[in-house]
């Protein structure tokens, strides 16, 4: 009976000395005398539950980690590690990190040091109390301490201490479980409901509530929908790498999802605004391809239909980085696989801000077509009223209204390079219903498009609606050199109505009565009449009211001389000696109206030709050596295609002469002929290679620059002049107005 009484006594002694100092309660008697010995040396202290994990956004790339190295890596961190090291990148934080020590040769051999106290010498009182003679009875509960400091644990719980309720349980699970009895899951839950209370305290309760998530799921232990998705959303904040206060975290929730998507119940139990949750940090915090490979799986594999919001902010987020727009596209994409339709989403405002990052991605990737597809869809879109969803597309933000201005600038661009007028005007008109002003530029080329393509009617409407607009504080006035195209147009069209109708607005919104505009056009007019008495006339006039004649007016004057019916090669030629005596260079232009002037047949106006074809070489040689200031279009005296038209014109014209007698045809051959034949094979001289070269590189210098486009504009502009001129002895017809 004392035997019995002395063995029940060392028992609870044993019992009461492994709950003081943490050994583990014995499960024979044998084991009860050698466990407290043997545990003290295996049970080296691990580290304890971080309450508020620090985070670490650096890239987890390094030749050699050490333990601590290791134990201070996020979980995205671990799990590059893992991929960079050839190592599986799946599983619980633990298990990550337990390949990495194993990896680097750093894991902690607790096995080791339980053996060698295992193999520690035994002393003279233990091997008395190993006396196998002596036979001991143990009658006491086996679970007793183990069932008591559970109870503490999930009381301390209960009442909301989750520091003291986590401590406890790790100590539960340090002391007291064996192979064949592990912490129940109730504990686990009791627990974590603790760290939940109060969205996780503030997240800092998100280290223990992973930990507890994950050693759940490693035990194939259940976890409450609930409770795992309350965790994974609470964890989550505003902060940087999508922390609160420090607390939590992104790659702390990718860790709680990566334990419930392993826990026996799997991904059924995580909810959709959980996963939209952790995209949407993802995407804030500028992992936006991380983001997009789980909105995917959201999508594709778990068939869910994510709000407009968990998409828009996605994409927000790739355009906002500036080289994503393929990413944009890709959010688009997956947004139209979910179910929705782009031509509808417009009617919400997260799918008005998915449309816009589609925008600013078109203007990114130069996709002029896909950002106006895009506006299109939003204008679509119905219960915007009593606005456009385009236009609430373009207003959403300063980002998406300079997006949708370029795209429109540019797509008016092309259309005016095509000389697609209806589509340059179209998206004009378009502008200012979707909040977008265009500048002057935009107006001038429209305007200059529609002129060019010599629809009278509509650069009239467009350059009114462009007056009225700079009368309302809008816009700035039209120049002198739109209205003189729009006229240049009217003349052309044979408009006059309309041709008044410009010059009394010109002369209202500029406030001039006249000027070099005005009298070019009453030159035009004359010249037409083959009246080229009356254009000296006009001319004279100019110079005694000092305004200086350019170019343009001089060859007008010339066109009056080559007018069918009226041509006079002597007058035109004395009208290129009068404007090279007032300091105004010829250009191809001018020469070629001269020349026209020369066809009449008559040898005098051939010998006049061969006279002209020869200066225009001179003029030639002369800009080939000194260069050329300003557009070679307006300014070179380079021969052109009409040129060549106009010298073998005058060449048939010699031969006739020789023909009838007028000339001998030898002498014509060595004389007459030579530079009118020069004109003809310029193409295949080597000045022409020079000129071509030269103009090539004054192409490439001009391209990209910031005036580029308003040197093409004037340039239209001008050749809206010389093309009326031109239209005096050209044979030519006009496109019917429409």
């Given amino acids: 009976m004392k035997l019995c009484t002395a063995a029940v006594a060392l028992a609870v002694a044993t019992s009461n000395a492994a709950l003081v100092r943490g050994f583990t309660a014995p499960a024979s008697w044998n084991a009860a005398v050698t466990s407290p010995r043997r545990t003290a040396s295996a049970a080296a202290p691990g580290p304890a539950l971080s309450v508020a994990a620090a985070i670490d956004d650096s890239p987890a790339v390094s030749d050699s980690l050490g333990y601590d190295d290791v134990n201070k890596l996020t979980f995205r961190q671990l799990q590059r590690e893992c991929k960079e090291n050839g190592l599986p990148a799946v599983g619980s934080t633990a298990a990550l990190r337990g390949r990495l020590l194993e990896f680097y040769g750093v894991a902690r051999n607790t096995a080791a040091a339980a053996s060698a106290v295992a193999a520690a010498p035994v002393s003279a009182d233990e091997a008395l109390e190993c006396d196998p003679n002596i036979e001991f009875c143990d009658e006491s509960d086996k679970d007793f301490d183990y069932k008591s400091f559970r109870t503490e644990v999930v009381d301390k719980a209960s009442i909301g201490h989750w520091k003291a309720a986590t401590r406890k349980l790790k100590q539960l699970q340090t002391r007291f479980e064996t192979d064949e009895r592990k912490v129940d899951a109730e504990a686990y839950l009791a627990v974590l ?43 989550l904040g ?262 008044l109708a410009v010059l009394d607005s010109m002369r209202k919104t500029l406030e001039i009565d006249g000027n070099i505009i005005t009298t070019n056009i009453a030159m035009k007019r004359l010249a037409k009449q083959g009246n080229p008495r009356g254009c000296e006339g006009i001319i004279i006039g100019m110079l005694q009211s000092g305004i200086e004649p350019n170019v343009v007016s001089y060859t007008t004057a010339l066109a009056a001389c080559a007018t069918k019916g009226a041509k006079d090669p002597a007058f035109a030629y004395e009208w290129l000696k009068r404007m090279r005596s007032r300091n105004v260079r010829p250009n191809f232009h001018t020469y070629n109206t001269a020349l026209a002037a020369c066809l009449d047949g008559k040898l005098e106006s051939t010998v006049l030709g061969s006279t002209i074809a020869t200066e225009m070489l001179e003029d030639v040689q002369t800009e080939l050596a000194e260069g050329l200031k300003g557009s070679a279009d307006l300014k070179s005296v380079v021969p052109d295609s009409y040129t060549k038209v106009l010298a073998r014109a005058l060449m048939k014209q010699l031969r006739e002469n020789w023909r009838a007698g007028d000339i001998n045809m030898a002498v014509a051959k060595s004389t007459l002929r030579v530079p009118l034949l020069k004109l003809v094979d310029f193409q295949k001289s080597e000045a022409a290679e020079q000129a071509k070269k030269r103009a090539e590189e004054e192409a490439a210098a001009r391209k990209g620059a910031e005036d580029e486009d308003e040197e093409l504009t004037k340039k239209s502009e001008m050749d809206m002049e010389y093309n009326a001129v031109n239209l005096l002895h050209k044979d030519s017809h006009r496109v019917a107005e429409v």
């Fill in 193 to 235: 409901g603790a760290c939940l209370d109060e969205r996780l305290h503030g997240a800092r309760a998100s280290e223990p509530a992973r930990k507890i998530l994950e050693e759940m799921s490693e035990r194939g232990y259940e976890i409450p929908a609930e409770l795992g998705n309350g965790c994974v959303t609470n964890c």
């Fill in 238 to 499: 505003t902060g940087p790498n999508g922390s609160h206060d420090g607390c939590g975290g992104i790659d702390t929730a990718l860790a709680m999802l990566a334990a419930m998507e392993s826990a026996p119940n799997g991904s059924e139990s995580i909810a959709m605004d959980t996963y939209g949750a952790v995209v949407t940090a993802l995407a804030d915090d500028g992992a936006v391809e991380e983001s997009i490979l789980l909105l995917r799986a959201m999508v594709v594999e778990h068939a869910f239909t994510p709000p407009l919001s968990t998409f828009a902010d996605v994409a927000m987020a790739a355009a906002k980085d500036g080289e994503m727009g393929e990413s944009v596209l890709q959010v688009l994409t997956l947004a139209k696989a979910a179910g929705y339709e782009l031509d509808s989403v417009a009617s919400a405002q997260a799918g008005r801000e998915l449309l816009a990052s589609g925008v600013i991605a078109a203007e990114q990737m130069e996709n002029i077509a896909l950002g106006l597809r895009l506006l299109t869809a939003a204008g679509k879109a119905e219960g915007c009223a009593p606005d456009r969803g385009d236009d609430l597309v373009a207003a959403s933000s300063a980002a998406a209204q300079r997006a949708c201005t370029l795209i429109h600038k540019s797509a008016i661009d092309k259309a005016v390079h095509d000389d697609n007028w209806k589509l340059a005007v179209k998206l004009l008109q378009l502008m200012p219903e979707r909040s977008l002003t265009p500048s002057n530029s935009v107006w001038r080329k429209v305007v200059t498009c529609c002129a060019r393509c010599e629809k009278s009617r509509k650069s009239t409407a467009l350059l009114l609606d462009w007056v009225k607009l700079s009368e309302e504080g809008k816009a700035e006035k039209p120049p002198v050199s739109v209205f003189n195209m729009v006229v240049n147009a009217c003349e052309i069209c044979k408009e006059e109505e309309l041709t």
